[in-house]
Nanobody, 125 residues
């Protein structure tokens, strides 16, 4: 049974940093495309970035240069390093995983089958 559990959310001031973790179980994370999404109430869930099965990464324009997705295959864990945080980054962050090619090429929420429960990130000005 595939499970994803996020941790690491919290409250920071503008310019601060956070590292989110997503512990995966039930499958080897290196065999799946993994992604981070975020959502604020009343808005659609949006992609933050994706790390492909072979290690390539893609990011939403607004986080390029500030956020980094990585994974530790030995620990079966996905990470999101967030630097230079802005109030606009405030959201609930979700990790997701899927083995399909479309999850890498399209990166939409509908392309990902497995989801974590979410962790809240709040950035104050």
């Amino acid at each position: 049974q595939v499970q994803l559990v996020e941790s690491g959310g919290g409250s920071v001031q503008t310019g601060g940093s956070l590292i989110l973790s997503c512990q995966a179980s039930g499958y080897p994370i290196s065999n799946y495309n993994s992604a981070w999404f975020r959502q604020i109430p009343g808005k659609e869930r949006e992609g933050v970035g994706v790390i492909g099965r072979f290690g390539g990464t893609k990011y939403q324009d607004s986080v390029k240069g500030r956020f980094t997705i990585s994974r530790d295959n030995a620990k079966n864990t996905l990470f999101l390093q967030m630097n230079s945080l802005e109030p606009e980054d405030t959201a609930t962050y979700y990790c997701a995983a899927d083995p399909s090619l479309t999850s890498w090429t399209n990166g939409r929420p509908i392309d990902f089958r497995y989801w974590g429960q979410g962790t809240q990130v709040t950035v104050s000005s």
